[in-house]
Structures are given as structure tokens and as C-alpha cells.
């Protein structure tokens, strides 16, 4: 987009005037915030309505979380205009850092929702239409503090700076109707900008409300009463991502948002079909649908359901479903294959249910193969539907798909074995690097020019500069360290030298992403440093996640290293050599600050557990060094960047195959003493467990049923020599230079790569 100076200014001086009676030299931040972004949402209005409007086929991708993070430094960086803009701002002496305060669209869990956004910007980088479609929730996941040690959950409001960056558009919403409740989805549109391009994408995300507003006086007080609870039912249908599901009503309300959220999107397509008086039966030439796992894999039966009462056949409605829809899996474990009870379905939508059990005739039909089902013990498998209906499937890095095609849908691949696929996520580079770095991504295009922006191959092209790129790689991972010390000392109130190694590890809490393993592994070296048996280069231990609501276990790990953390800080003849923070409320924007800062990215799952990963992506692209398993998309990592240049460690996925079946972790640790007084610190009182959560984490890798499933115990000595190994080498030129090395190597792992390979083996578009 061209800057028109003198326009914008204009624009920016209406929009603060008539919202906010101010002008540019006494507006605050909200207003200026607000009204900035408006300005640039008008600029690009004309691009934006021109690529809705320019007759491609376009792909539709649904997805349960849109993991946006702050949009206005990357809109503006995307649009060509963020100098310009902050030019603009300093003439009236404001400084466009201030919007550091504005709070992350908190629409997202991990990976599956920060993978979304980086499609849909590489999408529309690439000139590829692909609009994504989900939910507004109000409040998001959750915004996350500690209290003694434990995560406390609490509403994000993120929208108490104002959402200017949506449009809501009540000329397109829909009714979507359950058993006993309709409500009112109202979308609100979101532009997703190109970087240097005239493509714009569209997030479309929906927001839930009563059918009608009622008037009490004219109901009876029991009717009044019942139109009130259908009115609150509405509406919390998008209170919050991910509500609790340990309990019926909990797995109920994330039921209406999954149906809430596809019904909405389809009505919403097929009725501007029907406007334009389009045959349905060619819907796949216009439209095609990736879900992104399996939250959104009601959209198939649902589909199934309107074009039959638009009047097509079942069989050409599923032969519109089949041409139309792909399936992205992003786990093996069979528990997160999510699976619905028939008697929900059939009670909550009847009908939808009634299309499913015709998917399970069908396939009965034409396969006349037992293995395969779609309903069995009155269990609806999501996956299932989505394997049998979707024309094409994909896992997410190589590894992941040959335990799909070998192990998790073995059965169906024999069945159908063009169908499953692989594509490794990638990350966008602009906003991982080019936003988040500058200064490194500067230096970059001193060497090489700016073509890897877009094309990230590029930057392969550094390999013959990197040893003089040294000492400037150098100087700038030191600043980018003490900008994350800082920031760390004042939302968390603890200090971190940025001398220190800052070894990384952020991402979900989940028990096999085992941030378990590294707590101990920090215990470990605090005992051998206070009994002066150990010495290490000093260390800062960094952790940031969020544990789902329910997941007892995963609170427990966080309460486990929030103590490890007051030990050790507290400790002053070990904390001049370590220090261990947990950050809270992990989200995008802190992640921006540290992956740049950081180290050592700590990748440390179960080889065989992640899909693929994307955080290891972001720290390699910014030239930090991979302590990991052979596991997810790290093998790639390894192979573009040589396993010599990062630091890998334990079972592989044949290995931790063979393991389990004779496992028993209580004799590794009755052989490893360090590892048996790490892991007793969580029962003989070195750590305050005032609710028996660190016992209960203790037996579950010692003594529980099928103790350690995530070996732990079984890959720690090997981990510690691993990360001992790294700690000696930290400082020499030749760890310098496998940083350096991962950094030229990280072209594989752009999102543009991967959207790309989307449209061309999948969406053909």
C-alpha cells in the first residue's frame, strides 16, 4: 500500500476528532491506538474489498482457536507503512512503542491457533485466498497469575483497548439452532494483510446472541424466566476458549461451540450461494474447507444436512463434502482424537446426528472393512469422520506422518492409501524475525539483500558470511537479552543477569512436552552446585505456559517449578550462578521478546508425542541452538541444520517403543542418586505441597499406573550429559557458529512454504 502522508494525517486528525474530540497532541494511547489503526483500516479498505471480490476459488479454514497476538505492529509492517506511521506519531511526540500495552488477542491456545495466524498471513502474502473462520470469544483462553506457587485463571479482556482492526457485519448473520435453542452469529471481520502484496485475507469470527432481545412485561414470570436462560445460554456459547470438560455441562458447552461456529459458517456461505443463484452441486469449484484437527469436523455432517435441505441428494451432497473438505491432524495420541457421546449428539442436534450415522452407513457400505467405523459403543470418532469423508489428510512434519500412516490410522490408510499426506508447518518469517528482531533482520539484508522476506530460502545465501557476521550476531543476541531481563524484572519482579544463558522452555503444559524433565534437571544442578560438586556457567532457567483448567497434573508441574524457582532465587549461595523464572500469562507478544533472547530452545518431548512443534522453528530462525529429542519437526531441523550443530538426547521413537514394555523407572532411580533427591524434593518436604499435588506428580513417575509413560526417568541421565555438553560449549566461537548455522538454515520452516504446499497438492487453488 502507498503512504499518502498528508491523507493518513488527515484521516487520522478526522477519526480523533469525531471519536474522541482530541487531536494528535493530546490524544492518549487507547484513542491514538484506536484511531491509527482505523486510519490504516481505511487506507486499505479498497485492497481489502478488491481481493473478497475478485471471483478465485477460495479456501475456507476452520479452526477452534486464531492465535492473532497483537495485530498493530504487524498489520503496520505488513502494509508497508510502520516507519511512515511512527514518523507521524514522534512530529506530535508520541512514540509508537506505547501500543506495547495493548493486550494479545487471547484466541488461542498453542501452536494449533498461532499456526492459523501464520497461514493466513503467509496466505495473503503469497497472493493465495484462504479466509479463516471461528470463534470471538470474549474472554479467550484465560489470563494466567500465580498464587503460592499455583496457576490461578482469570477473564482476559482482551477487548478493553477496543477491537478497531474487526468490522462487524449484521447484515450476514445467521440463526444456528440446537435441540432446545436458537441463537443469533454475528461475524465480525478481521482484513489479513499481505507483506508487500495486494492480497487480502478475511478472519471471520463469530459472536453469540440471543435470537431476539425481550421485553419481561410481556411474559409470564416462569416464561420470562426460561427466555432469560436462553438468553444467557446464548451467550455464553463464546465466554471462553476451551471452557472446562471435566464435567458433563463443560463438555456440552464446547459441543454448542463447535456447532455453533461451522453451522454459522456454512448457512452463512450457502445462503450467499443461493443469492447468487449458484448450482450447489459445483461448490467444490469455488470453495474448498481445511479443518484444522478435529474441533471444527462437525462442519461435514453439518454441510451433509443443508444441502439436503436445499434439495440434493445425500449422495451428491457427500460427493460436494468429499471434493470440498481436508483434514489437518495435529496428534497421535488416541486420547486427543476427540470422540463425542452418541447420546449428546443425538440429543443437543438430532439431525447432525442422523448425517454422521449416514457416514457410518455408507462407509459400512463401501468398504464392508470392520476395522474401520465411525460410531462404535455409542462413541462418535471425529477423526474417523473426518479420515472417510476428507479428500485429502495431512500430518504436520515427517515423522508425524509415518506414525499415522503406520500406527494411529494404519487401518485406514490401507484403505485409502493416496489419502494421507504430509506438509510441515512452517512459521511466518515477518513476524518471527522481521518484526520481532530488527536488528538481526538488518544485518541480514546487509549480507544478502531482502528477498528472504518472502522467500525464506534466502537465506541459505548467509552460509559464506557467517563468520563475519559474528561478533554483530553476538552484540545483538546481548541486546536482545537485556530487553527481555528487563521486561522479565518488571512484569515478574525477578532479575536476571543477562550474562547468564538463558535456556528457554515455552510452550503448552503438557505432561509429555515434559517441562517435568527440565525442572528436574534444574534440582539437579542446584544440589551439585550447593554441595560444590558441580560448576556451571551461570544460568537462567525460563519457562512460560498455560495448563488447561481441568488438567490437574499439569498444575501440578507449574506449582512443582514455581517452588524449584523460590528455592533457588532465594538461595543467595546459588543464585549468583542460577535463576529460574516462570512467566506468566504467556502469550504471543511475550514470546516475540523472548525467542530472540534466547539461548538454548529447550525441545524436550517424548520422541514420538508432538505433531511437530513450531516454537523450535521460531528460536532456530533467530539463531538459537536446539537441545531436543529426535521427535517432531526437530528431526527436520536436524537435517536442514545438522544434528552436529544443535544438541539431541534420548529414546528415539523405536527406542521409547521397545522401552515400554519392560519399563520400571524405580530401578534407574535407585542407580542415579541425583535423580532420586530432585525427584524426592517433591515428598520429604523441601517443597511446600500444601495439597498433595507434588506427591500425586511424584507417583505418577515412580509408583503409579504405568508409571513414567512419558519416560522421564528413562531419558534423564542422557538429557543432563546433553545439556552439560551445551553449558561447556557456551561461549566459544563454534557455538557461536552453530546458532549462526541454525539461523542459515531455517529456510525449510517458512509458512509460506507450507501454505503453498497446501494449495498446490491440496486445495488446488
Known sequence: MKF?????????????AADYATDLAHANKRELYNAVSKAAMREAYPMWQASKENGRKRCKYFSAEFLMGRAIFNNLMDLGIIDDVRALLQKYGHDLGEFEEVEDAALGNGGLGRLAACYLESAATKGIPLDGYGIRYRYGLFRQTFEQGFQHEEGDDWLKWGDPWS??????????EFSDLKVRAVPYDTPVFGYGSDTVGTLRLWSSEPVQAFDFGAFNEMQGERKAEENFNATKICDVL?????????????????????????????????????DLRTLPERYCFQLNDTHPVL????LLRILQREGLTFDEAFDVC???????????????????????????????????LACQRRLTQETGNKKLFIVRDNVVHMANLALYVAGKVNGVAELHTGILKRETFRDWCAQYPEKLINITNGITPRRWLLLNNPE???????????????????????????????????????????????YIKEKEGIEIPPAFIFDVQVKRLHEYKRQTLNALSVLYFYFGIKEKKLEIPPTAFIFGAKAAPGYYMAKAVIKFINEIAALVNGDPEVSPYMRVVFVQNYNVSYAEKIVCAADISEQISMAGMEASGTSNMKFMLNGTVTLGTMDG?????????????????????????????????????????????????????????????????YESLTTGHAPDRYLVIYDFADYIRAKEELLRDYGSEAFWM????????????????????????????
Open 633 to 697: 519437526a526437530n528431526v527436520e531441523i536436524c537435517e536442514e541444520a545438522g544434528r552436529e550443530n544443535n544438541y539431541i538426547f534420548g529414546a528415539t521413537v523405536e527406542e521409547a517403543e521397545a522401552v515400554s514394555r519392560f519399563y520400571c523407572p524405580r530401578e534407574l532411580i535407585a542407580q542415579n542418586p541425583a535423580l532420586e533427591r530432585a525427584l524426592n524434593t517433591m515428598i520429604d518436604g523441601t517443597l511446600p505441597d500444601e495439597t498433595g499435588c507434588l506427591k500425586k506428580l
Open 242 to 278: 476451551y471452557p472446562n470438560d471435566n464435567t458433563m455441562v463443560g463438555k456440552i458447552l464446547r459441543l454448542r461451540q463447535q456447532y455453533f461456529m461451522v453451522s454459522a459458517s456454512l448457512l452463512d456461505l450457502v445462503r450467499k450461494e443461493k443469492a447468487e443463484k449458484r
Open 440 to 486: 538481526l533482520a538488518a544485518l541480514i539484508d546487509a549480507e544478502i539483500g531482502k528477498n528472504w522476506h518472502t522467500e525464506l530460502s534466502e537465506l541459505a545465501k548467509l552460509k559464506p558470511h557467517l563468520p563475519s557476521m559474528l561478533e554483530d550476531f553476538k552484540r545483538i543476541k546481548g541486546e536482545n537479552k537485556a530487553k527481555l531481563a528487563a
Open 738 to 765: 552453530k546458532c549462526l548455522y541454525n539461523l542459515a538454515s531455517a529456510g525449510k520452516f517458512s509458512a509460506d512454504r507450507s501454505v503453498c504446499a497446501y494449495a498446490e497438492q491440496i486445495w488446488k487453488i
Open 299 to 302: 462442519a461435514i455432517p453439518e
Open 322 to 356: 468429499r471434493k470440498s473438505f481436508n483434514f489437518t491432524n495435529h496428534t497421535i495420541m488416541a486420547e486427543a482424537l476427540e470422540k463425542w457421546d452418541s447420546l449428546a449428539l443425538s440429543d443437543l442436534i438430532p439431525e447432525v446426528y442422523e448425517e454422521i
Open 167 to 176: 468490522v462487524r457485519v449484521d447484515r450476514d448473520a445467521v440463526v444456528v
Open 4 to 16: 499518502r502522508a498528508k491523507a493518513f494525517e488527515e484521516t487520522l486528525c478526522g477519526i480523533l
